[in-house]
């Protein structure tokens, strides 16, 4: 692959990573902040951190994808296991 497929690969699993965990720290942010508003799911903190770690570790693989360190099919393959593990978690958790 050139140089600028790892760019783009690597661009596009920062920027998705990078939503995900601002997600996540939303949420938590508003469960501090607006404690007193009924919500149809509570997600429990706690898989609400672990889905923000995985988010960081995502950045950390698009970084070294952008970088060219690491093939962009293993940087896939490890940011798609770490989107399924943590949806996983949330969806049997919650349901």
């Excluded at 050139?2 to 760019?7: P, S, Y």
């Excluded at 960081?56 to 770490?82: D, E, H, M, R, S």
Aim: charged letters at 10%.
């Amino acid at each position: 692959m050139n140089k600028l497929n790892h760019k783009i690969a690597g661009g596009f699993q920062i920027t998705i990573s990078a939503m995900w965990v601002f997600r996540n720290l939303s949420i938590i942010y508003d469960y501090k902040v607006y404690p007193n508003i009924l919500r149809l799911f509570w997600i429990p903190e706690w898989i609400l951190f672990v889905q923000a770690i995985i988010g960081f570790t995502g950045i950390f693989i698009g970084i070294v994808v952008f970088q060219k360190k690491l093939n962009v099919k293993i940087g896939y393959l490890v940011f798609g296991l770490a989107w399924l593990i943590g949806f996983a978690i949330e969806i049997i958790l919650i349901s």
